[in-house]
């Protein structure tokens, strides 16, 4: 099934704010992993995985930070999508944001 760009509604949100989230996705979530890294007691970043800060009472920060940084991505591949043409229009949004649908 193929779409005509004319058809499709206007969203609001400019494509260089989607771009920008998607840069902004990577230094955002190193950034919240290491500062909970090097403040939660008994955390070693040579062994523990960024994944074990989702648990106990302070878990929902990196549970926050995983969302955030994934709906970030997102937007970088609809940007993306917006922006390029020809054959990496189909398959280029893939690469950030696999979630979203080529086509």
């Known amino acids: 099934m193929t779409t005509n760009d004319s058809t499709l509604p206007a969203t609001g949100i400019s494509t ?8 902004v996705a990577g230094p955002l979530y190193v950034a919240v992993w290491l500062v909970q890294a090097f403040t939660r007691e008994g955390f070693d970043i040579t062994r523990h995985p960024a994944s074990l800060l989702a648990n106990g009472g302070p878990g929902w920060i990196q549970t926050a930070n995983f969302i955030v940084s994934g709906l970030l991505s997102i937007a970088a591949g609809l940007g993306l999508r917006r922006t390029m043409r020809g054959r990496g229009r189909v398959w280029g949004p893939w690469l950030p944001a696999p979630s979203v649908s080529p086509g």
């Open 16 to 23: 260089r704010a989607l771009l920008t989230g998607g840069a």
